[in-house]
């Protein structure tokens, strides 16, 4: 893969690259989320060190009055060594985020750890009610979780998902995983009032499409930049519907690449 490809799936390798991309697409009225792909490791910063820099990407966000919000992974606060310090300074970003009224959206991380993950959310909502989770239809446990996120009337952007659990029924076939995500969308639309839908599958956008026609609910479509961005734009401008694109950067893009598909 040449740089030019590289460049349409990454919105850059260093914050003014993705700060410019995300004020052009603001222009168009498209809503961005802004995803940090260097891991603390490959950054080499400190935990300390990783949160000042997302507090400086809200406060760059925030003065240059960029629509939208940031995606994180709690693994990259420490969360899988020590949970209650990892929250503590994740605690921090989101109050710099809600400073700048900026969204925050957690995303989903490996099957194994989708449990602690969601406990620390449903607490976390308590404190920070505009605070979002990503749940992942291939998953056997999400329609489950989903009504407990409903219940404690939290906020979820539902992916299809990027980690397949290969001894759970159905998780890697397609067909199965559309069905799960149709399901989980329907309860959503029934039970659900501030949420995305995430996804590129056009059987999904249709049937999403025809229940916010039919049940409108503060929702938004999300989509990774460079895959389908026309149908963004379709979406925006003929269907009416709140649209945002996942912009990721950082110098070490090799990981998101490999997950999207990009690369194989």
Sequence with gaps: M??????RYI?????????????LLN????GTLLSPLDRTESAGESIPQRVETLKSLSKQMGMKMIR????????DFG????PKEAIEQFKVVIRAAEEYSLALWIDMEGGMHVGSILDAYIELRKLFPHLSVTLQSRLDRTAS????????????????????????????????IRRRYLRDMELLFSEGAMFAIATHDEIILEAASRLQKNHP????FQMYMGFREDRIRVLLY??????????????????HLKRTGVLS
């Design 238 to 255: 003929e269907g009416g519907f709140p649209v945002t694109l996942y912009l990721p950067f950082g110098k070490h893009p090799e990981q």
């Design 2 to 7: 040449n740089l030019h490809e590289v460049d």
């Design 79 to 82: 969360f899988m060594e020590d």
């Design 145 to 176: 979780d989903l009504r407990r996120i409903l219940t404690a009337r939290g906020r979820v952007r539902l992916v299809k998902g990027e980690y397949p659990i290969t001894d759970e029924p159905g998780s890697s076939d397609p067909d199965e």
């Design 68 to 75: 939208g919000g940031i995606s994180v992974r709690l693994s």
């Design 27 to 30: 222009k168009e009225g498209i």
């Design 11 to 23: 919105a850059g390798t260093n914050l003014d690259d993705v700060l410019d991309r995300a004020r």
């Design 217 to 220: 609910r503060m929702m938004e």
